[in-house]
């Protein structure tokens, strides 16, 4: 693919007026191989959209280019007692259209709940904003929303407003693994039946077991309780927003409540992977498409939507769940709608 | 034309099909009473079946609609052109399911907000998205409106708490959009999402997924007075600094207080402040206790006449009581009340409160105000009678000029109550016609024929059936104001 790299939201405008052909949108590449191939699309680079035009500490809010990288967030609301009080890594913009985690859950923010609006360019150049600066509004339809786990086929988002939270007076991150099954899913329960879940968990399972991992966060006192009424142990973050796909194998997400996982555990062979977010979210990695079909049949009889979103195969991507037909319409009507002409591949 | 009134009977039955002009007269507002319209028929559906089977009709017959649920919408948003028929849902209150392992359940659209959290009150649970009208208004207007309330400086608006929509489009079909797993299945964009605050133009959602929130194991609700609005502005914004995160944070100004104590939501504010702030807390009884003392130390830093702390729950429920009962109260002072919504950051919101004053000074109207102050989220009410064109115009002109000064201080024309036909007008504060046109296109990728709630929410030519009092009157306002 050839590669454009623009270094505003306007020159950015103006290439895609000059309908360069189809475009694939990228941020750090930090999730490339999960897209499908897009031979002959010009690659458009938007890391160097990095700036992080306003960060409004009173008003726990902030606007960023959607190539800031997270790291780069961090270390600045760091110096402001603040945070992004999701986790994930890449550019913000990725992030944002990745959306590895699902819904705002028990255990924590994700990007849905904690984007404001933004500002961004339809494929035929058009700019835009939709949303607000601020921590509410409901005046006009949120566009914005769209853009979460859109992986860019509706629109460049070039600058996105965030809401922002304090930064906890204490946090610590814990992990468990070499759990078996039952143990894990356990003490997984007991977190969630406690009414201030922890602001992150997450289930990893594989050939070792079982790891749990989370973050607790708030005052010290309440961090100290948690940690030990649960006997967690702190350790260094152990977060992963997304797994990779063995050589042949394939990845299928989809989104499981927390009742389903035994059964999904019950599916895996042991050299496949499973991470599970605590907002419903999941992924696996699997060995082969054998493996895929029979994870894929395990969660239609659970009443679990899951599909294959990364394969060395094309014909087999997008195998899974049968997408309902009325959200289906609607999705191909919005894509057609805001990119007519499929641009953004 | 009576023979789609003898259609819909044959679908749903004589009793659910109201066409009477007497017996529509219950429909011809929602609580901005301004904007008055009798809607040609009002159908009853007991069922995503029924309206299903209403929908389809009513596109084939291409006559326009207006999903409605509770009417306690304030800016017009389920008020009906007279050529519209309004698919009323209030009959649709049953709660389908509840999952405590899960944490979620699944209610029709007419359940009443509060009634949902009373049926899991006995499992620890509750629905954490509470209007002020939630002893009255449904889960599925507060879908459409996208609604908030006091407690959602915590817990976020609607859209955080729902997880799925059974919708009927506008052309009859079905869209099954997220569930209890998730808003958004991959592979898909957030449909639910952008459907959620959409006011009644994407679809009729007659099934929907929420998710339900433990309960915390204690609340603590605080109270404090002080002489000046300044004061109570600065507590709040101590109180966001020291890093806290009350599940509430309301301040009342004077006028709302006198018009509550003079009512029957009488609370025993101090009726000589200047502004009482309400915070609550809650989470873990050690946690909350700390933060208390962090509260009433910044109370006292902000010169507070005096504090108190709701020591059960009767007494808190007295604290809530004004707060909650503050716009009844308001509606007692005149015959009309204008409540708008309109949002500032939170950091302005000293600067906000001034400029409404001197707007209210110079059109010579009286405003009130009660917020939501942690989200800078204002309502300033503006009494009327709707009776003198004279005093309306200046109300009018009044409203106008503060959703600009909202804006022009960084925030919204609305945080709360949607644009609906009241906001119409003021839109173009916050957008540019081409914000307005991608708008415009998700819109009609839900509703090609723009048969669903036409004229509301989005400024569009020639949409709406019967242009409304209000927006003609804002425009005649605002014709008034260009430079000649």
Known sequence: ??????????????????????????????????????????????????????????????????GVRREALDDALRAHDLELPCPGGGTIGGLF????????????????????????VLADGTAFRSGARVVKSVAGYDVHKLFVGSEGRLYAATKLHLRLKPRPRAESWFAHDGLADAEALARLQALRAEPVAPAAVQLRRDGGGVTLVGRCAGRPTFVRAQLQKHALTESECAWSDHLTAPTGGEIVAGLARASALPGLFAALPATATLLWHGGGRFEAALPDAAASDALLKTAAAHDVTARVVATTAPARRERGSPTDPGAAHLAAALRSALDPHGILV | ?????????????????????????????????????????????????????????????????????????????????????????????????????????????????????????????????????????????????????????????????VLGAVVVLPDGEIARLGDAGGPRPPGLPDLLGVFCGSEGTFGVATEITVRLCRDQSAVRTLLASFASMADACRAVGAIVRKGLVPAALEILDRATIQ??????????????????????????????????????????????????????????????????????????????????????????????????????????????????????????????????????????????????????????????????????????????????????????????????????????????????????????????????
Not at chain 1, 17 to 40: H, I, N
Not at chain 2, 109 to 133: C, F, I, K
Request: hydrophobic residues 40%; aromatic residues 4%; negative net charge.
């Open chain 2, 259 to 484: 018009a509550v104590e003079a009512s029957a939501y009488r609370a025993g504010y101090p009726a000589d402040a200047a502004a009482v702030l309400l915070v609550e807390l809650d989470g873990p009884p050690d946690v909350i206790a700390e933060e208390a003392d962090e509260v009433r130390a910044a109370f006292a830093a902000h010169g507070a006449l005096r504090s108190e702390e709701a020591t059960d729950d009767a007494e808190r429920k007295r604290l809530w009581k004004g707060r909650k009962g503050a716009f009844g109260a308001m509606g007692r002072v005149s015959t009309d009340l204008y409540v708008l919504d309109g949002v500032v950051p939170r950091s302005r919101l000293e600067e906000a409160l001034d400029g409404i004053t001197a707007i209210g000074t110079k059109h010579g109207v009286r405003i009130t105000n009660v917020f939501h102050a942690g989200d800078g989220n204002l309502h300033p009410n503006i009494p009327f009678d709707g009776r003198d064109a004279a005093e309306t115009a200046r109300v009018v002109a009044a409203g106008h000029e503060i959703l600009r000064l909202c804006v022009d201080l960084g925030g919204s024309i609305s945080g709360e109550h949607g644009i609906g036909t009241e906001k119409l007008d003021h839109f173009g504060m916050m957008y540019s016609a081409a914000d307005r046109d991608v708008m415009a296109r998700v819109r009609a990728a839900f509703d090609p024929h723009g048969r669903c709630n036409p004229g509301k929410a989005l400024p569009s030519r020639g949409a709406c059936a019967e242009p409304a009092k209000w927006p003609q009157m804002v425009a005649k306002v605002l014709d008034a104001e260009k430079p000649r």
């Open chain 1, 97 to 120: 259209a990745a959306d590895p985690l699902g819904a705002a859950s028990h255990a924590g923010h994700s990007p849905r709940s904690l984007l404001l609006g933004l500002e961004g």
């Open chain 2, 1 to 161: 034309m009576a023979a789609l009134e003898s259609r819909l009977r044959a679908l749903l039955s004589d009793r659910r099909v109201l066409d009477a002009p007497d017996a529509l007269l219950a429909w011809e507002c929602d609580g901005f009473t301004v904007h008055k319209s009798r809607p040609r028929a009002v159908v009853l559906p007991e069922s995503t079946a029924e309206v299903q089977a209403v929908v389809r009709l009513l596109h084939q017959e291409r006559v326009p609609f207006v999903p409605r649920g509770a009417g306690t919408c304030l800016s017009g948003g389920p008020t009906a052109g007279t050529d519209a028929v309004v698919i009323d849902l209030a009959r649709m209150k049953q709660v389908l399911r509840i999952d405590a392992d899960d944490q979620f359940a699944v209610v029709q659209p007419g359940v009443v907000n509060v009634e949902l959290t009373a049926a899991v009150r006995h499992l620890g649970l509750h629905y954490a998205p509470d209007p002020s009208s939630q002893t009255v208004c449904t889960i599925g207007g507060n879908l459409a409106e996208n609604s908030g309330g006091p407690h959602c400086f915590k817990y976020g608006m609607t859209q955080d708490h």
């Open chain 1, 1 to 66: 693919m050839s590669a454009f790299a623009p270094r505003s939201d306007a020159e950015l405008a103006d290439w895609l007026r000059s309908r360069p052909g189809r475009v694939r949108l990228m941020g750090a590449g930090s999730r490339v191989g999960r897209a499908a191939p897009a031979d002959g699309a010009h690659a458009v680079q938007l890391a160097g959209l990095d700036a992080i035009e306003r960060l409004d500490a009173p008003d726990q809010t902030c606007t960023v280019g959607c």
